[in-house]
């Protein structure tokens, strides 16, 4: 069984502080790790996925297997960067469907 | 190209009436999938689709249908709803097989029973 887990629902940080949201999973095969994001009144829509190492709006996500996270980071959060981040999970090899399994959201809120 | 669309957006409806929420995308994408989101609980998947003719239970089946006539649509079925039914329901598409396991998710349907 597959699952994730995202210990705060709400954070608050002011502008300009480092933000971090936490993401842990149990899985026991080779995990492919996402994270989601939902700006009020807009649909989810992919933020970053690890096999792909990129930084999208400054965030960052690092997978360590051996601490089984995927935290993600941004070092100066901005007022449009408030809104509901979902850490997802999927096999990486577990035939065609693949399915993704999703943490239970944090709502991230940066202060003016 | 729309995307993944669906309706409709907001749903009320009374316990034991019936209603289908409609799905469709036009990427040509052989994975569909729906999601109901409750506060607290994350998206947790209903069914799910890989192909025309082809579903299976997801996390939370109990209560609703689906069925996959086309590549295109993917419609949700509650036969009698309840008011644990009341939820935000979200579709989803992606391609089946490749590197890249992006879902695309439609604007949502916000469904309440009283």
């Known amino acids: 069984a597959q699952r994730v887990t995202q210990p705060e629902k709400l954070l608050s940080v002011f502008k300009g502080a480092p933000v971090e949201l936490k993401c842990n999973y149990s899985?026991?095969?080779?995990?492919?790790l996402f994270w989601y994001v939902q700006y009020s009144r807009q649909r989810l829509q992919l933020l970053l996925r690890h096999i792909s190492r990129e930084s999208i709006k400054g965030f960052t996500a690092d997978l360590n297997k051996g601490e089984t996270s995927f935290h993600l980071k941004k070092p100066f959060a901005q007022e449009e960067d408030s809104a509901m981040y979902y850490c997802a999970l999927s096999p990486f090899f577990s035939g065609s469907a693949r399915q993704l399994t999703f943490g239970s959201g944090t709502q991230l809120t940066v202060l003016p | 190209n729309a995307g993944v669309t669906q309706t409709p957006k907001f749903q009320v409806l009374k316990t034991g009436q019936s209603m289908t929420l409609q799905c469709a995308q036009d990427?040509?994408?052989?994975?569909m999938s729906w999601y109901r989101q409750d506060p607290g609980m994350g998206l947790r998947l209903i069914h799910y689709?890989?192909?025309?003719?082809?579903?299976d239970q997801g996390e939370v089946p109990n209560g609703y249908n689906v069925s996959r006539s086309t590549t295109e649509d993917f419609p949700l079925r509650l036969l009698s709803a309840a008011p644990s039914q009341t939820s935000v329901y979200f579709c989803?598409?992606?391609?089946?097989?490749?590197?890249?396991?992006?879902?695309?998710f439609g604007p949502g349907t916000r469904l309440t029973v009283l």
């Open positions: 899985y026991s095969g080779s995990p492919e």
């Open positions: 989803a598409s992606r391609i089946l097989a490749g590197g890249h396991n992006e879902q695309f």
């Open positions: 990427m040509n994408h052989e994975y």
């Open positions: 689709s890989v192909g025309a003719g082809i579903t």
